[in-house]
C-alpha cells in the first residue's frame, strides 16, 4: 500500500519510464509494443492492472514519468478502477505527469454521462484527456505517438518544456453542452 | 408465381378486396406464361421456389402446430433470405401470406423478421399490407414490426406515389400506437393538421423524445408551424429501430454487391435507384430520383406541371424549369452532381436547404459519433469516400452547412487527431464564422489539446487548416460586406449576420489563437522549419489583410513567430519573413492614408505601429547594420557575456553576410568575385560596390521578399569610399 511519488529516484540518462495502467489489459499491450520501438531515447513500459503497485519490485522499478491511465468508455468498472487508483499516486504527479486515454468514445453503447464523468475527473485534476481509436492499426500508432511526446516532455528530454507548462496548455476542460437550446 | 402475376396488374388488385388476389393473377397473356414454363421446368425442384408457392398456395387455417411441411419451407426460405435476400417477388408472396395472417399471427412476426429484398421492394405489395393492418385482426406488437419493417426498407420500395396517398392512414398509428420513428417524418408528407396534431398528443403524453424527434424532423420540413424550442436536432431517440434487418441487409447487400446491379437490368423499365442507398450501406449517397415513380411521371408534368429534378441534364434545362423542379425523396442525393447543387443555390425555398443538412447531420453523427462495435474502421473507405464528396460539395457551393459545423464541435471533443485527419481538417476550414464568445470554448480548446499533444505532421496541417478557414472568412468578408451600415452579411442561406465588429473579433481571436500555437509550438518543435513554413504561410494571409480582403485590421506576429523566422537557418524562412514585412509596410502606409484621407475611417492602434517599427529595426540592423545587440534590440544581452561566447564580431554574426542562412552565398559569392584569392575575407564584402554586387546576387538568387523588404525600407545610395551603408528604417508614425 505504497504511495508512488515521481521524484523519490534519479533518472536515467536518455530514459524515460511510462506506467500504463488499464483494468482490462488490451489495448496496454499493443501501446506497449508500439512505445518500446523508439529509437531517439530508451523507453521503458511498466504495465498494471491498478494500483498501488506491488510492494515487491519497488526496489528496481525506475523512476515512472509518465502514468497513463487507459479506460474503455464501454465499461463502468474500467472507470470506476481509473479512479481508484488515482489516490495511489502522490500530488507531485499531478503537475503534468498524469494522462488520461480514452477507448470507444464514438461508441454508441456508451451513456453520454460516463464520457461527461470521465471529463469532469480530467478536468478535476487538471490533467489531458486523450481520446484513442484503439481497433485500427492508425489508431495505436497515433496514439502511442502521442503518448511518447507527453512522455518525452515529462521526463525532461524536450528543452524548454516541463510536464507541467505541457499540461497547462493541453488539461482537459469541461466542453459546453451543445445540445443545449441557446447553442444556435 | 401468382404474385408475380397480381404485380404486372397492379392497380386492380389494389382497389379490390385482398383475397381476390389468385383470380387476378389469372388474368395475363400466354406468352409471359409460356416464358415462365420454360424457366419453371428448371426451377422445379428449387425447393426455394416449391416453398413460395406453398406459400402463396396454403389453405386459411392450416394448423401451425406440428405442420412439419410449413416448418421446412419457412426454413428455406429463412436461409435464402439471410444469405441473398428474397427477390421483389418472394417479398410480395411472404409478406402476403404474413400479413393476411392464413396461418394465425405466431409465424407473421418471423416472416416478417426474414423480409430482406435483395434489390427492391414492391409498392404493391406494402400498399396491400397496409390494406390488411385495417382489418385489425393483427396484434400491436406485429404492427409496430411492420411499420419498422417499411421505414427501413423505405428507401427500396420501387414507387412511392401510392404509398404517399395512404400517408394519412400510416399516420394514424401515430396516435394509437405511440409509435414513432425518426424516418416517419419523411414518410408522411408535410401537413398543419398533422403538426397540429402531434402538438396536442404531446401535451396530452408529455415530452416523450420521440415525439419531439418527430416534431424536430417538421421543424426542420416547416418551421413556421412547430413554433416549440427542441434541444438538438440530432438527439436520436431511435437510434436503433431498425437493428433488426439493418445488419442482415447490409450483410446481403455486401454479399452480392454486384449481383445486385445486374439483377437490376432487368428492372430497368422501372427504376435505377436499387443501386445502393445510404440506409443500407450508410454513407452511400442516395441516387437522384424523384418521389414521383417513372409512370407516373408523364402524367405529373402535364398535369402538376412539377418536373423531378431526376430529369433535368443540363444548365439550360435547369433554368427553363427552375420553378417547377420538384424535390427528391432524399435531399442526400443533391450532393451528388454540380447542377443539383446549383439548383440548391438559387432556389429561393429555404426548406430544400433545411431538409438537406437535417439529412447530412444525421448521417455524420449516426456514422461518426455513434459507431456500431465494428462499423468504425468497416466502413472507412465508405466513409473516405463520403466525406470526399461532402467536400468537393463545399468547395463547389463555398458555403458550409450548419449541421457540419454542429458535428465537428461535438468530434472535436472526442477525435484521436488521426482518424480521416485530412478530411475532418477539410471540413473544419469550411466552417463559417464563429462569433468571438464561442469560438474558444467551441474550437480552439480542443484543438489545443490535440495540438499540442500531436505529432509535427499535424501540427503542421492543423495550421494549414486554420490559414485555409481565416482565408475563406476573408473571401465571404469581402464578398458580402456591406458598405453603408457596416454589417456583414455571411451565409446568405442561413442568414447569420455578424457586424463588423464582430468579424474584426472573430478573426483577431483566430489570429492571436494561432500566435500562441505557433509560439509553443515552434518552442516544442525546436523550432522545426516545416512547421515554420506553414506559420509563414499563415502570417502572408494576415499581412494581408486590409489591402487585399479590405478588412481594417492589422495583426502583428508575436515574438515567437518573429524571431525563430529571422534567426532561421534556411533562407527561405528569412526570405518570407522579410516579404512578409514588406507587405505589413504597404498595408500600414495605406492603411494610414486612408485614415487622414476619410475622418471617420477606423483607427489602428500605436501599439501596432510601434510593434511594427520595433520589428523593421530589429530586421534592418540585425541584417544590414550589424548592430545586433545594440540597446533597445529585442534581443539584449551583457558585454560580458558576449565577450565570454568567444565569437568574434559577435555584433556581425546575423547581417546578410554571416547569417546562417546566407553563409553558403556569401562564400559561395566571394569565390566568384575575387576568384584568385586564397584567404577568405567574407568582411571585404562589406565595402560599397562588391556589397552592392552581393545584394543584387542575392537577389537573382529569387529572394524577392527580401529585395522588397531592403527596397522598401532602406534608402541606400551607395557612396564611394564609404565602407558602411547608409540606412534609414522608415518610420511610420
Known sequence: ?184 | MAAKLSLSGPSDSDTSSPSDQSVSGRSVNRSLRIAEKERRKNEAEDPFVLALKYFSDVEPGTPVNGNDQLERNLVCVEKVAYSKGLHPEAISIMLEFAMSLRMGSSPCVRVLKCLIPSSVVPQEAVVRAVVWLGIGKIPISTQVLFIKWVLTVFDMIDAKDQLRAIYGFIFSFVTEENLVCDDLGILVKMRVFRVRKLLELQSKVGRQPFLMHLLSLYKVFCPELVTLSIPSPMKNAFRNHNSPWKSALLAVQKRNGSQVSSSSLSLTAKDKTNSRKRKHCHLEVPALNSAVNKQAQTDSCSSRKVVPLVQIHSFAQLLENMHRIELPAQMGSLLGSSLTLQFLDCVQDESALLRLNSWLGYALHEEFLFCNDAGSFQNSEEALQFLEKLLSTLHFRQEGFSSIEVFLYKFLNAWDGSLLRPQILGLMSNIPVVTSSQIGQFLFEPLMQLFFTSSLFFKCGLMECLNNMLLKWLTWHSVYALEDDLDISLNSHTSINITLSGFKDSVMELVHFVGRLATVGLQLEGCHSLLLSFILDFYETVCDMFLKYGLPLVVMPPPGVFYPALFAADPVSVDRLAYIMYRYKVNLTSAKRQEKLKEQAFHISRQTFHEFNHYVVVMVNCLWNSKMFHQGMGVQLGEEVLLKSNVPQYSNSFDLIHHPAFLSYAVDFHQKCWPGRKDMDLNSIKHSKPWRWYLEYLFTQGYDGLKQFVQSNISWQPIAGDGGSDDLATQQR
Do not use: H, W
Not at chain 1, 540518462?13 to 482490462?24: D, F, P, Q, S, Y
Not at chain 1, 495505436?140 to 516541463?162: D, F, H, Q, Y
Open chain 1, 1 to 184: 500500500m505504497s504511495v508512488l511519488k515521481p521524484f523519490s529516484k534519479l533518472p536515467g540518462l536518455k530514459t524515460a519510464t511510462i506506467l500504463l495502467v488499464e483494468r482490462e489489459e488490451q489495448f496496454q499491450q499493443s501501446l506497449a509494443d508500439a512505445l518500446v520501438e523508439e529509437t531517439g531515447v530508451t523507453v521503458n513500459v511498466r504495465l498494471a492492472k491498478s494500483l498501488p503497485l506491488p510492494v515487491e519490485n519497488e526496489e528496481s522499478r525506475p523512476r515512472i514519468d509518465l502514468v497513463v491511465f487507459i479506460i474503455n468508455l464501454t465499461s463502468e468498472l474500467s472507470f470506476q478502477s481509473a479512479e481508484a487508483s488515482l489516490k495511489y499516486l502522490d500530488a507531485g504527479y499531478f503537475l503534468g505527469k498524469v494522462c488520461f486515454m480514452v477507448t470507444n468514445a464514438r461508441n454508441t453503447l456508451v451513456p453520454t454521462n460516463r464520457l461527461d464523468g470521465v471529463r469532469k475527473l480530467a478536468a478535476s485534476l487538471q490533467c489531458p484527456l486523450l481520446f484513442a481509436e484503439d481497433q485500427t492499426p492508425d489508431g495505436v500508432s497515433n496514439a502511442t505517438e502521442r503518448l511518447l511526446a507527453i512522455l518525452k516532455v515529462a521526463a525532461g528530454l524536450v528543452p524548454m518544456a516541463t510536464a507541467l507548462y505541457l499540461s497547462n496548455l493541453t488539461r482537459c476542460t469541461v466542453p459546453p453542452d451543445i445540445d443545449q437550446p441557446s447553442f444556435d
